[in-house]
């Protein structure tokens, strides 16, 4: 299995990497549904709503795909 500079191989680091960017983009998400409420877009809201239920999916799906992948193969990590 390939590693990256990272140490760590990668498919951990891609998995890692859209992880923390889901979650990022669900924290920032949150500003902008605040933002349209606020100019009274209710739609726009909505819409960055959905969107941030979807990265909430994607962050959790990675998450269980990490956990499945520590016990049964070797991540890559060196020590």
């Not at 709503?49 to 990675?62: G, H, K, L, P």
Request: with cysteine; charged share 30%; aromatic share 8%.
């Amino acid at each position: 299995m390939a590693t990256g500079e990272t140490g760590f191989s990668d498919v951990v680091y891609d998995l890692v990497s859209v992880q923390y960017h889901a979650l990022k983009g669900g924290h920032d998400y949150g500003q902008y549904v605040r933002d349209a409420r606020n100019a009274g877009h209710d739609d726009v809201a909505a819409f960055f709503e959905q969107v941030m239920e979807e990265d909430s999916r994607r962050a959790a799906t990675c998450h269980d795909l990490l956990v499945k992948l520590s016990p049964s193969e070797d991540t890559g990590r060196r020590s």
